[in-house]
C-alpha cells in the first residue's frame, strides 16, 4: 500500500485559554479520519478546567511510508520539546509514541497521562491489529473499520452490523488505518517507562478487548487506573470516571501551582 500525499506539517487542534500558564500536548489514536479532537473531549475539561491551555494533535498527521513507532516518535520529538509541554497525554498509538519519548531528557518535567497506551504489544494483540489492518485491502476501509469497532467498543456497546461503517473508500483512510495499526507491532516500551523519573498515570478500561493490564508498564512512583464498565475507549465508555482519575493525578500540580503564586 503506497501512501497518498500527506501533509509536512502537524495537525492539531487548540483548546482552552491561549494564556494559560500550563500545556498539554495530547497525542491522538489511529483514526481513519481525523477527528479534530472530538475523541478526547471527555478528558478535555480535566486539562482546561485546571489551566492548562491543550494542543490536541493528530498523530497521524506526520507518519511517513516506512516509518516504524521509532521514526514517528522522533518526528514527534522535535514538535513536542518546542511546546515545552507541563502534561503529555497520548490515546493507543499516540501514547505509544509518548512512552517511546520517556527515554529523552526533556520529558521529564512533564506529567504522562496514557489511555489505553500499550506499553509492550505480545503476540495477541500484533495478531488483533494484523488482523484488522489486513482488512483494508483484503475487504475494504469499512470492513476494518468495523473488525476496529469490534475489539474497541465497551460492554454497553452494541456489536457492528456488516455494512454500519461509512462506505468510504477514500484511500487516504485505509492506509492510515492499516499504517498506523502496524506501527504497534512488537512494540516493547517497558525499558523507557519503568525508567521514567517522572508522574506517570495509565488509565485503561477493565473490559478492554484490546490494551489490558498486561500491555502496560509501570515504574516507581507511577499509578495504573482500571476503569469498570469500559472497554479500550474508557474516555467513551465512562467519562466521568476517566475524567476523574485524570483530574486526580493532575491535582497535587494543580495545587502546587496555585500555592507557587
Not at 47 to 60: A, C, F, I, S
Not at 142 to 160: F, I, S
Not at 215 to 221: E, I, Q
Amino acid at each position: 500500500m503506497t501512501s497518498p500525499t500527506t501533509l509536512n506539517t502537524p495537525v492539531a487542534v487548540r483548546l482552552g485559554e491561549a494564556g494559560a500558564s500550563r500545556t498539554a500536548c495530547v497525542l491522538a489514536p489511529v483514526l481513519a479520519r481525523w477527528d479534530q479532537g472530538a475523541f478526547f473531549a471527555p478528558v478535555a475539561g480535566a486539562l482546561v478546567t485546571t489551566g492548562h491551555r491543550v494542543t490536541v494533535y493528530d498523530t497521524l498527521s506526520l507518519l511517513r511510508d516506512g516509518d516504524d513507532l521509532a521514526a514517528l516518535a522522533d518526528r514527534w520529538a522535535g514538535v513536542l520539546r518546542a511546546e515545552e509541554p507541563d502534561v503529555l497525554v497520548g490515546n493507543a498509538l499516540g501514547g505509544a509514541v509518548v512512552q517511546h519519548l520517556l527515554g529523552q531528557p526533556w520529558t521529564h518535567r512533564a506529567d504522562v497521562v496514557l489511555l489505553s497506551s500499550p506499553t509492550v504489544a505480545d503476540a495477541a494483540l500484533d495478531t488483533t491489529l494484523e488482523r484488522i489492518a489486513a482488512a483494508v485491502s483484503e475487504g475494504g476501509t469499512a470492513a476494518a473499520l468495523d473488525l476496529l469497532h469490534e475489539v474497541v467498543r465497551g460492554p454497553a456497546d452494541p456489536a457492528p452490523a456488516p455494512g454500519d461503517s461509512p462506505r468510504d473508500e477514500d484511500p487516504l483512510s485505509g492506509w492510515r488505518l492499516a499504517t498506523g495499526l502496524r506501527l504497534l507491532h512488537r512494540a516493547d516500551l517497558r525499558e523507557r517507562v519503568e525508567a521514567f523519573p517522572g508522574r506517570l498515570l495509565h488509565v485503561y478500561g477493565t473490559a478492554s478487548h484490546l490494551v489490558g493490564r498486561q500491555h502496560l508498564a509501570t515504574g516507581p512512583g507511577h499509578t495504573s487506573v482500571g476503569v469498570p464498565g469500559a472497554g479500550m475507549r474508557p474516555h467513551a465508555d465512562q467519562p466521568e470516571a476517566t475524567r476523574r482519575a485524570v483530574a486526580a493525578f493532575l491535582a497535587p500540580q494543580h495545587t502546587k501551582r496555585i500555592h507557587d503564586q
